[in-house]
Each structure stands twice: as structure tokens, then as C-alpha cells.
């Protein structure tokens, strides 16, 4: 994060001051928290959790080939997304927010700020998952192999919200069924980078 200050008569034009500002790391690392966690109003805010299938594959004799995360240009995606729940508790659309939230973590004195974003897949959800978890395959719909967080950027004409993937991870077969609840507990670390050289 760098920051520059410019001091001018909106008039004129003149210039009184335009120069470089310290920045208190501290302060900065929470306001990206808060902001990101959708503490502050405005577009660019974590809003959904995302699960897909089409992150990895396995073959027959159990090796698994992993692919690259997608995190180049706005239009990025999970490969194959399957569900989504939204986990921005502050979202009228939340329809748990107890156990599907963020929370903003910071330890005075330290250089970063955590967002843990939480989501509860429970038993009942997503729809038409399997009644156990005991799949011999693993390319299900509810099989999940990647994960990430999307933003809220408004909605299109259609009232459909817009979003842009944040993160994207890659892991190994996560089969979610009838019989169990799973619990995601995603941590985002906002840090500053201290003792730069200046240019």
C-alpha cells in the first residue's frame, strides 16, 4: 500500500503540497479487513462461498493431478462450480448468518488482519446430494475438488448479483452427502509489507 497526498486550489490549479504519505500498517491491514468482510458499504465485498468439481481429477490407480488456481483477469472462475452459499452475514439473503459469517481478527501491535469467513454446508444442503458419503467415483456434482470466495459487484437488469472471484483453491475430493455437515473455516490475511526501499 502506498499513498500520496496532493494539496491544490480546485480553482487554480496551484499546488501546495503533493508528496508520498507514511502509512500506520497497522490501521491500514484492519480497514482492508473490515472492507473486504463488507464492514464498509460499497462493491468489492466478500459475498459468497463457492464450491466446484472441476479443480482436480483422479485416475485409476488413485493419482491425483491437481490444476492451477484461476487467478488472472476479472472474468476468472472455479472450473466447474457446482454451489454456492453466501457467507456475508450482513446480506439480507444470509439465510444463516450465526453459522455462515465473517469475522475480522487483529492482534494489536501485528502487521495483519484476518477475515475468517465461515460456512456450515449442513445436512440437508446442497439439494440432491448423495445419502452417504461413500462414492466410488469422484467427479460428482457434490464432490468437491476446489473452492473460492466471490465478491459482490452489484447486480446486472436482471436483479441477478454479480461476482468476481477473490481466491480460488485446489484439493483433493471432498465428497459432501445427507449424512454429514461440513465446516469451512477460510482465513484471508490482509499484511503489510514493512521495511521497503523507497524508489
Not at 449442513?122 to 458419503?133: C, H, I, K, N, V
Amino acid at each position: 500500500v502506498e499513498g500520496f497526498l496532493k494539496i491544490y486550489d480546485p480553482n487554480n490549479g496551484e499546488i501546495f503540497v503533493d508528496k508520498k504519505n507514511a502509512i500506520n500498517y497497522e490501521n491500514m491491514s484492519q480497514a482492508i479487513a473490515y472492507s473486504l468482510s463488507a464492514r464498509a458499504q460499497g462493491q468489492g465485498q466478500i459475498y459468497q462461498m463457492a464450491f466446484g468439481n472441476g479443480g482436480a481429477s483422479v485416475d485409476e490407480t488413485g493419482v491425483i493431478t491437481y490444476l492451477p488456481p484461476n487467478t488472472t483477469g476479472q472474468n476468472a472462475a472455479l472450473y466447474n462450480q457446482t454451489y454456492a452459499k453466501i457467507v456475508n452475514d450482513n446480506s439480507v439473503f444470509n439465510l444463516d448468518p450465526t453459522r455462515n459469517k465473517m469475522t475480522v481478527l487483529h492482534t494489536t501491535g501485528k502487521f495483519y488482519t484476518d477475515i475468517l469467513v465461515q460456512c456450515l454446508l449442513d445436512y440437508g444442503e446442497p439439494a440432491g446430494q448423495a445419502a452417504f458419503d461413500n462414492s466410488t467415483q469422484t467427479n460428482g456434482e457434490y464432490i468437491f475438488d476446489e473452492l473460492g470466495l466471490l465478491a459482490n459487484y452489484g447486480t446486472d437488469n436482471d436483479g441477478n448479483v454479480i461476482t468476481r472471484l477473490l481466491t480460488h483453491v485446489i484439493f483433493h475430493p471432498v465428497q459432501k452427502s445427507l449424512n454429514r455437515q461440513i465446516q469451512i473455516d477460510y482465513t484471508v490475511r490482509i499484511q503489510s509489507l514493512t521495511n521497503l526501499v523507497t524508489i
